[in-house]
C-alpha cells in the first residue's frame, strides 16, 4: 500500500532489484484513499486555486483494498522496520494453532515512558492504548516480580484471517473513528496567494491499523526479542537512535548472530563491532 505519492518510486524500485525474487504477478501495488484536510474551523482547505488540499486516510484504510483479494490469511507491517519477517510462518502458524481471526506481535517496553503504544485489555477488549494516552503513573506501574504491568509494546505487525477482514467491511467498518493529527497544511489565501505555514494551521484525520482489534472474537498476542525483529526507522541521521545507521547496525548485528549460530567465526573487528 504506498500513497499516491510514493507510488511510482515504489514500483520503480521493486523493478529496478527483480522484486527481490519474487514472481511479478504475485506483487500488487494499490495506493490508500485520501480525504480532504480542513482547517481549525472545519472548513476545506485548497491547495491550489482549483484543487483541494487532501491527505492519506491512514493505515487503517488498507482494509477495503484487502477485502476484495482473493487470500485467506493477511500479514500486514509497517514498512519502517528493517527487522520484520514477511509472512513470518512462525507467527502465521502460532495466530491458526489458536485458532485466532487477529493477532500482533509485541515486544517488551524499553523503559515506561518509551513511546510506543500498549496492547492491552481495555473494559474487557483488546486495543492499542497510545504512549500519549497514558498518564505517567499508569505506565511506571509494575507488578509485584518488578516487571511492567503495561510493557507489551505494539510494533504495527499484525496477523488477520480473510473472514475476519469480511465480517469488519460488512458489519464494522463505519465504526472505525477517525483520529485526529494537526499539522502544517500549505493552503492558498483569500487572494489566491499559495502559503506555507510555519505552525500547524489545519487538520489531516486518518485511521490506524490496529483499531480493529476490538472487534476481534479471538484475539492472539506473540511476544518476540527486540534485537530480532524491532528497529524502527524514525528519523534522520544525526538523531541518537531510530536512524538509518542504527537500523542497517541492528541487521548487521542480527545477520551476524545468524551467522555465530551456525558455526561461523568472526575474524575482524568490524564485523565484530557491528
Known amino acids: 500500500m504506498t500513497s499516491e505519492h510514493t ?16 514472481n511479478e504477478r504475485n ?17 476545506v482547505i485548497l491547495e491550489d486555486k482549483f484543487k483541494i488540499a487532501t491527505a492519506p486516510d491512514g493505515n487503517g484504510g488498507l482494509y477495503r483494498a484487502l477485502g476484495q483479494n482473493g487470500i485467506d490469511m ?8 528493517i527487522l520484520v519477517k514477511m509472512a ?17 506481535k509485541v515486544v517488551k ?14 473494559n474487557g477488549v483488546y486495543q492499542v492504548v497510545e504512549y500519549s494516552e497514558i498518564s505517567s503513573e499508569t505506565a511506571n506501574r509494575r507488578n509485584s516480580d ?36 494537526k499539522k502544517k497544511i500549505p493552503f492558498i489565501d483569500a487572494n489566491g496567494v499559495r502559503q506555507n ?22 484475539f492472539a498476542v506473540w511476544e518476540v526479542l527486540r534485537e530480532e525483529e524491532f528497529s524502527p526507522l524514525k528519523n534522520a541521521d544525526g538523531a541518537p537512535k531510530d ?20 558455526g561461523a567465526k568472526l575474524c575482524n573487528s568490524e564485523a565484530t563491532n557491528g
Open 74 to 81: 493477511i500479514h500486514v507491517y509497517c514498512v519502517d522496520n
Open 243 to 262: 536512524t538509518p545507521t542504527t537500523s542497517r547496525g541492528d541487521l548487521l548485528n542480527l545477520h551476524k548472530q545468524f551467522a555465530l549460530r551456525a
Open 88 to 104: 513470518d510462518p512462525v507467527f502465521v502458524g502460532f495466530c491458526l494453532e489458536k485458532n485466532a481471526n487477529c493477532g500482533a
Open 197 to 218: 505555514p510555519a505552525t500547524p494551521n489545519g487538520i489531516k484525520m486518518e485511521k490506524f491499523v490496529f483499531d480493529v482489534f476490538q472487534f476481534s472474537t479471538n
Open 146 to 181: 518488578g516487571e511492567l504491568t503495561f510493557n507489551a509494546g505494539n510494533i504495527c505487525n499484525h496477523f488477520f484471517s480473510k473472514e475476519f477482514l469480511k465480517t469488519l467491511i460488512l458489519e464494522h467498518e463505519q465504526e472505525l473513528i477517525y483520529h485526529i493529527a
Open 27 to 43: 506483487v500488487v501495488f494499490f495506493e490508500q484513499s485520501v480525504i480532504p484536510c480542513v482547517d481549525v474551523d472545519g472548513k
Open 109 to 122: 517496553k524499553a523503559f515506561p515512558e518509551e513511546p510506543v503504544g500498549v496492547i492491552c485489555q481495555v
Open 7 to 22: 507510488m511510482e518510486p515504489t514500483r520503480k524500485f521493486f523493478a529496478k532489484h527483480g522484486f527481490f525474487g519474487l
